[in-house]
């Protein structure tokens, strides 16, 4: 590494930095430098083979970290689509070709799982790499400029890098997102102020079904600006500004820095968006989870339904949320159990699910299976779904899948490693028929996966 002194300004002192060249890439896209005292630094938005001008800052007592005074782009950014990428903290692999991208987060896992567990998982890659999300949200912050919508910095949560247009939402979401600003531009005193406590707007949600024609906007403000002079404008502003389906207005807490949650008011249109999959049309409530990329999502929904047992009783839908899986595969079974720990949602899936199935018997039931599974009742010849929150399904719902699980058994996952921990709990009582690793969401980390266990000795 070669040194290189300045003088920083007004003080006299000298600053001693550094020239780092960039050896690697992790799984989540960020580049692997070594710092001056040789301990490995991760860099994001960076190549390997580019080099840094960095100052090896002294922080705490015991603790430095890199600042970084320069990069220097040693291979082309030729594939970034975004005007802001590198300042966004939404994708880290937009310079990254695909098929490296799908190198770097594939090849651990699939090396974990077989190293690991034995299992051997297959790659399933996906077509379209741009303008897949069905939901963005943005921060809303009043700006020196004018009103600043966009997404929170990497790695400084203060800051809100404004963003014009997002390459991985739709045309449809753009224009969107180009209609609401041009109404704040008008009316920027809407605008929460989280310094002087002014204003009510906190974020903007736009949602966009793929399979249909539904979209909407959430904005979500601060509670008691409802009753504000200022709202009743900017409600009519809205209703003659922007064209989209449905418009809502949710409030919550002034210090609560969550969006598309909060009590609804209803603008125009409806409460939820109806979205297609495999056929089967799903309401989304709009301030529910429902799947980001439901079109990327497909070889998961193919691989599942191509493997269901013949015999088909029962559907064991674990973590079912809105009742996603059981609607899409009820049918093939007499009857349904639906276990979930928010009481809104089971109250939707039981309500969808009747009207969807009527011929068929269901049970959903609010059921917090991190805390006990005595809801769970062993079925021998069920069929078990269980779609997890990130960190995993939890060591209970692993010892009861282990000793009283049924004969097949799916297990999608969105965070493969804690997949890889779950399965270590029960695999001595089933073995892997199959699995496969996909990745609805190019230009990030994240992936997807789901294995396919049948009980040994059935």
């Known amino acids: 590494m070669s040194e290189i002194l300045f003088k920083s300004s007004g003080t ?37 083979g580019d080099e840094l001008v960095v100052e090896y800052v002294k922080r705490r007592p015991r603790q430095r970290s890199l600042k970084i005074h320069e990069i220097i782009r040693n291979h082309s950014w030729d594939l ?17 070709p695909y098929p490296s991208q799908i190198n770097l987060k594939f090849d651990p896992i699939i090396t974990s799982f077989q ?18 999300r069905s939901r963005m949200d943005f921060s809303v912050f009043p700006g020196t400029e004018g009103p600043v919508i966009g997404q929170r910095q990497r790695g400084n949560f203060r800051k809100v890098v404004p963003i014009q247009t997002c390459s991985i939402q739709s045309e449809w979401a753009n224009l969107a997102l180009k209609r609401v600003r041009s109404v704040l531009e008008g009316m920027p005193n809407v605008i929460w102020d989280r310094k002087s406590e002014q204003g009510g707007l906190k974020y903007l949600t736009i949602r966009k079904a793929q399979n249909t024609e ?3 906007l959430v904005f979500t403000f601060t509670e008691g600006f409802e009753s504000h002079p200022l709202l009743d404008e900017f409600r009519k502003v809205c209703l003659a500004d922007l064209h989209q389906g449905s418009i809502i207005f949710c409030y919550n807490r002034p210090k609560s820095e969550v969006s598309a949650v909060g009590r609804p008011e209803l603008l125009r249109g409806k409460l939820t968006f109806t979205e297609k999959v495999l056929g089967q049309s799903f309401e989304v409530p709009f301030d529910s989870f429902f799947q980001p990329n439901p079109n990327g999502f497909l070889p998961i929904l193919h691989f599942i339904q191509e493997r269901l047992p013949e015999e088909r009783e029962v559907l064991m839908d674990l973590f079912c949320g809105n ?41 959903f039931q609010v059921s917090n299976l991190f805390l006990s599974t005595e809801n769970l009742h062993s079925k021998e010849n069920a069929t078990l779904i269980l779609d997890p929150p990130r960190a995993g399904a939890g060591k209970l719902v692993n010892h009861w899948i282990r000793e009283k699980g049924p004969r097949d058994v799916f297990y999608v996952s969105c965070n493969p490693y804690s997949q890889i921990e779950d399965v270590r709990l029960f695999i001595g009582a089933y073995e892997c028929v199959g699995g496969i690793i996909i990745d609805p969401y190019p230009h990030t980390p994240h992936t997807e996966t789901v294995l396919h266990f049948r009980r040994k000795g059935s």
């Open 12 to 48: 006299g002192k000298k600053k001693t930095l550094d020239k780092v060249k960039v050896e690697g890439l992790n799984p989540d896209f960020s580049g692997i430098v070594t710092a001056p005292n040789g301990k490995k630094v991760d860099i994001f938005y960076v190549h390997p």
């Open 80 to 96: 970034v689509q975004c005007q802001v990428f590198g300042e966004c903290g939404g994708c880290t692999g937009q310079h990254i």
């Open 115 to 132: 190293r690991d567990l034995g299992i051997t998982i297959k790659p399933v890659l996906e077509s379209q790499i741009y303008a897949y």
């Open 214 to 216: 539904d979209g909407m």
């Open 323 to 363: 009742g996603f899986f059981s609607l899409l595969y009820g049918e093939y079974f007499q009857h349904v159990d639906g276990y979930e720990l928010t009481e809104s949602s089971i109250a939707i899936a039981s309500t969808l699910f009747a009207e969807t199935h009527p011929s068929k018997t269901h049970s």
